[in-house]
């Protein structure tokens, strides 16, 4: 049997983050919920996704991740990976956008 992919949503400097992992429990730290096993996209073509790329910059040598209890909006169990995000809390877009952008007229 496979083993559970979890979909995490928290808040995080006025920006959602959505993040996908293998391990979500309460943590030993009061207060605050333990990720690990974080899941990445390993894209080794000339198509590479800006917000993953950027998530893996920031997220990829991270062993454990202790999050605020209070920042987590979501823990979803999923059948699958998705795509991750980032997006402005305030509008819901995605802050890291895909190069090039048609223009908007």
Same mark, same amino acid.
């Given at each position: 049997?496979?083993?559970?992919?979890?979909?995490? %949503?928290?808040?995080?400097?006025?920006r959602?983050?959505?993040?996908?992992?293998?391990?979500?429990?309460?943590?030993?730290?009061?207060?605050?919920?333990?990720?690990?096993?974080?899941?990445?996209? +390993?894209?080794?073509?000339? +198509?590479?996704? $800006? %917000?993953?790329?950027r998530?893996?910059?920031?997220?990829?040598? %991270?062993?454990r991740?202790?999050? $605020?209890?209070?920042?987590? +909006?979501?823990?979803?169990? +999923?059948?699958?990976?998705?795509?991750?995000?980032?997006?402005?809390?305030?509008?819901?877009?995605?802050?890291?956008? $895909?190069?090039?952008? $048609?223009?908007?007229?």
């Amino acid at each position: 049997m496979a083993k559970a992919i979890y979909k995490i %949503t928290f808040l995080n400097a006025g920006r959602i983050y959505e993040l996908y992992a293998r391990d979500v429990q309460s943590s030993a730290l009061w207060g605050f919920t333990e990720v690990s096993e974080l899941l990445f996209d +390993v894209n080794e073509g000339l +198509v590479l996704d $800006p %917000t993953e790329e950027r998530l893996k910059d920031e997220f990829g040598q %991270t062993r454990r991740l202790f999050l $605020p209890m209070q920042s987590i +909006v979501r823990i979803e169990e +999923v059948e699958r990976k998705g795509s991750s995000a980032i997006r402005d809390a305030g509008s819901g877009e995605k802050v890291v956008t $895909p190069f090039p952008m $048609p223009s908007k007229r």
